[in-house]
């Protein structure tokens, strides 16, 4: 079992910057790769961002690229996720997902509870 917890969500107005931290425990961390989604008011919730063990291999939904980076410190146990020039339809709950062997991308094993960013026009 991994356990995921989120923190630095928020209020921010419209190209603003906020930086999300995942901090993982219960197995070795450096064994997971790790990833972002996000769940909008009343929508499915969808990919945001991965990230392989290493830390050598990102990818991203098309919509943020260029305005997130996905990153990780494996002696810190912490995922983090930088969002700048933030547009209100960023406004989600953001949640950390760990990938267990043989996970497809959008289906990981482990989710945290989940981070409310709330972007204001």
């Known amino acids: 079992q991994v356990q995921l917890v989120e923190s630095g969500g928020g209020l921010v107005q419209a190209g603003g910057s906020l930086r999300l931290s995942c901090a993982a425990s219960?197995?070795?961390?450096?064994?997971?790769?790790m990833g972002w989604f996000r769940q909008a008011p009343g929508k499915e919730r969808n990919f945001v961002a991965y990230?392989?063990?290493?830390?050598?291999?990102?990818n991203y939904v098309d919509s943020v690229k260029g305005r997130f980076t996905i990153s990780r410190g494996n002696a810190e146990n912490t995922v983090y996720l930088q969002m700048n020039s933030l547009k209100p339809e960023d406004t989600a709950v953001y949640y950390c997902?760990?990938?267990?062997?043989?996970?497809?991308?959008?289906?990981?094993?482990?989710w945290g509870q989940g981070t409310q960013v709330t972007v204001s026009s």
């Open positions: 997902a760990a990938y267990s062997s043989g996970d497809i991308w959008y289906k990981p094993s482990y």
């Open positions: 219960g197995r070795t961390f450096s064994n997971y790769a």
């Open positions: 990230i392989n063990w290493s830390g050598g291999s990102t």
